[in-house]
Structures are given as structure tokens and as C-alpha cells.
């Protein structure tokens, strides 16, 4: 969103920590599982070594660290919260003309200059969000609208992740709204009030891929709200499993990539080779076989149609939300109201 998980919830203290000291000259705060060294083997060629990575659980947590004063050269984030980081100060801007594929990529992904000082987020990762589900238990026709989530036939059978934007993404989607870059308070509360209609529906709450396949591989859960790499591991493991990313009102597509942090103490040139390692063509098929789409739109135009098919990221002809950055007071919003919801309230 996804990364060992883009958005992965593995998030123990002890994981934020380096890694036993790699390239010295550059740290990368990172989730868990991006340090694989196929995402940017044009460093390692370059340095002889991979950089040093030290990993958290989830970017307010990754955030809280930062501001806290542990120091980090380049961190992993997703474009949703692109904002709150601007407004904290913590970053600055990159200078494109040092990205080499930064022509190269895919328009829809890079959205737009925030605070009109500069681009703050390159995107280098991004997936779709869409409904998983048991073919075997659930008709298509089902899923063919976003609405399952408040069909009284699957309660106590289906699942949202625990995680604000992608629980937004969907809430946004079935009230009509495609954008939620400009969402009006009415929009606001009419998400809201879908998702707490959708709460007692609800088993639980997933917080990792693994936790989401168990569910699903054991019929306990029918219906999910999910990342597309369910979808190809499920497959693969021979377990039942459908993408429905053709719902009437749509699905949704996350994006995350990488800030430059302020005052880092690290080499700022081998930010840049980092940067551009994991924009490279070279660096396509490991992310993929991930199942992470690439922000280089013409390193992707390699992969073919029954590739981003069987990965859950071929092209769709429904509206399709795009996570990208937000006002942060509306996220914020989004964040404590999400919490009240999952509380029952």
C-alpha cells in the first residue's frame, strides 16, 4: 500500500532499529522488507553495498521518532500523508532534475506541488485496493457494488484493514466520491456515516496481508476490503480467492515513495542514487514479483497484460480513487473519526 507491507502493521520496537551497518553514508527508514536488494540493485552496482535501512510499523509511528529527533537520510511513505510531513518541517523538497526517470513517471501517480515550494514526494510504489472474496461462498453479483460491505447476509463474515486511508478510500467510493483531494464536509460525514453503518457488519479489523489469506483461507472471512497482493498469493497457494476491482462505484489505488529528510545527516548524493536504483527498469521484476507497481510508467509498459492482471493491476474502466495527498486537517479528521467508529461510536 503491500510491503512486507507498504502499509504492513509488523511494527514492533525492536524493528526500529538499523539493520547491521551496511553503506554507512546513507540511512533509510523504511517498513519492513524494502530493504531486498532487487529494488535497488543500480546502488549496490554503484557503492558495493546496500544502504542501511532501519524499519518501523507505521508512518505515525515512523513520524513520531522523526520529530522526536532520530535522524534518517530518505523515509518510506505513502502520498496520503505527504501533507502532515510538509506542515511538520521535517522535510524538504527534492530536486527533480536529479531524478533520471522523473520524466518517466506515470503522471497520475506524482500528483502535485505541495505549499508551492517544490515536490516533496517522489512515488516509486503503489498497488490497488479492491474487494477480495470467496468465489466458492460469495456470487459476483454480490460484489458487484461496494454496498456487500452492508449486506446483513455476510455479517460476521467480512473485514476492513485497519488502516485510515484505505478504510476512507472504500467509504469515499461507495458514497460517490472518486476525488478525495477536495472533499466537502458533507462528503466528510457521508463516508463517516457509511462506514459506521458498515461496522457491526464487520468480524474484524486486519492489520497485515498474512493475518487477511488466514482469514479468508479458513472461511472465516467471505468478503474483504483488500491489497492486491492477497490476491496473487492466494492464487498461488491454490486457495479460493477473487479481485473484484470492477465494483459499480470503483476501487481504489495507494501510492507510496520516499521524502528527503531535512538536516540529513547522510551522503544527499547517494539519496539520489537511491532514488533513482529504485525508479529503475532494473528494478521492476523484483517489485513486482512483490506484487508493488512501479511509479516508472515506462519500465511498467514491459510487464504484459496477463502480468498486471494476474497481480491485480490491470487497467479497469470504473472510477478509480487514487490516495493521494490530502489537507491534513481532513485526514486528521478522518484518523480520530476512524478511531471512534472502530470503538462503536
Known amino acids: 500500500m503491500k510491503f512486507n507491507h507498504l502499509l504492513c502493521a509488523v511494527s514492533l520496537t525492536a524493528l526500529a532499529t538499523a539493520t547491521a551497518a551496511q553503506d554507512a553514508d546513507l540511512l533509510v527508514f523504511d517498513y519492513p522488507g524494502f530493504e531486498d536488494p532487487t529494488y535497488h540493485g543500480t546502488y549496490v552496482a554503484a557503492h558495493g553495498d546496500s544502504p542501511t535501512f532501519s524499519f518501523f510499523g507505521d508512518e505515525e509511528e515512523a513520524f513520531q521518532k522523526l520529530v522526536a529527533g532520530f535522524q534518517a537520510d530518505v523515509t518510506h511513505i505513502c502520498a496520503g500523508s505527504v501533507t502532515k510531513w510538509v506542515d511538520s518541517g521535517i522535510i524538504e523538497a527534492w530536486d527533480t532534475s536529479r531524478i533520471t526517470a522523473w520524466n518517466d513517471l506515470d503522471r497520475n501517480l506524482t500528483g502535485e506541488t505541495i505549499g508551492g515550494d517544490g515536490t516533496f514526494f517522489i512515488p516509486t510504489d503503489f498497488g490497488s485496493t479492491a474487494i477480495a472474496y470467496n468465489p466458492d461462498e460469495v456470487p459476483a453479483a454480490d460484489v458487484a457494488t461496494l454496498n456487500v460491505f452492508t449486506n446483513p447476509a455476510y455479517a460476521g463474515r467480512m473485514t476492513l484493514p485497519d488502516n485510515v486511508d484505505d478504510a476512507y478510500a472504500l467509504a469515499y467510493l461507495a458514497t460517490g466520491v472518486d476525488n478525495w483531494q477536495n472533499a466537502t464536509d458533507a462528503q466528510f460525514e457521508a463516508a463517516s456515516n457509511w462506514l459506521r453503518a458498515v461496522h457491526p457488519n464487520l468480524r474484524t479489523y486486519w492489520t497485515d496481508p498474512a493475518e487477511l489469506a488466514q482469514l479468508l483461507s479458513s472461511g472465516e472471512i467471505l468478503v474483504s476490503w483488500a491489497w492486491n497482493e492477497t490476491f496473487p498469493t492466494m492464487v498461488e497457494e491454490g486457495r479460493p480467492i477473487a479481485f473484484e476491482r470492477e465494483s459499480v462505484e470503483?476501487?481504489?489505488?495507494?501510492?507510496?515513495?520516499?521524502?528527503?529528510?531535512?538536516?540529513?545527516?547522510?551522503?544527499?548524493?547517494?539519496?539520489?542514487?537511491?532514488?533513482?536504483?529504485?525508479?529503475?527498469?532494473?528494478?521492476?521484476?523484483?517489485?513486482?514479483?512483490?506484487?508493488?507497481?512501479?511509479?516508472?510508467?515506462?519500465?511498467?509498459?514491459?510487464?504484459?497484460?496477463?502480468?498486471?492482471?494476474?497481480?491485480?493491476?490491470?487497467?479497469?474502466?470504473v472510477p478509480v480513487l487514487a490516495q493521494l495527498p490530502m489537507p491534513n486537517d481532513l485526514r486528521e479528521r478522518q484518523a480520530e473519526t476512524f478511531e471512534l467508529i472502530k470503538a462503536g461510536f
Open 250 to 317: 470503483g476501487s481504489s489505488l495507494w501510492l507510496c515513495g520516499y521524502v528527503n529528510m531535512v538536516d540529513a545527516p547522510g551522503s544527499e548524493d547517494k539519496a539520489y542514487d537511491y532514488m533513482n536504483a529504485i525508479l529503475d527498469p532494473s528494478a521492476t521484476a523484483g517489485l513486482m514479483a512483490s506484487g508493488y507497481g512501479q511509479a516508472n510508467a515506462a519500465a511498467m509498459a514491459a510487464i504484459s497484460a496477463q502480468e498486471l492482471e494476474g497481480a491485480g493491476l490491470g487497467p479497469i474502466s
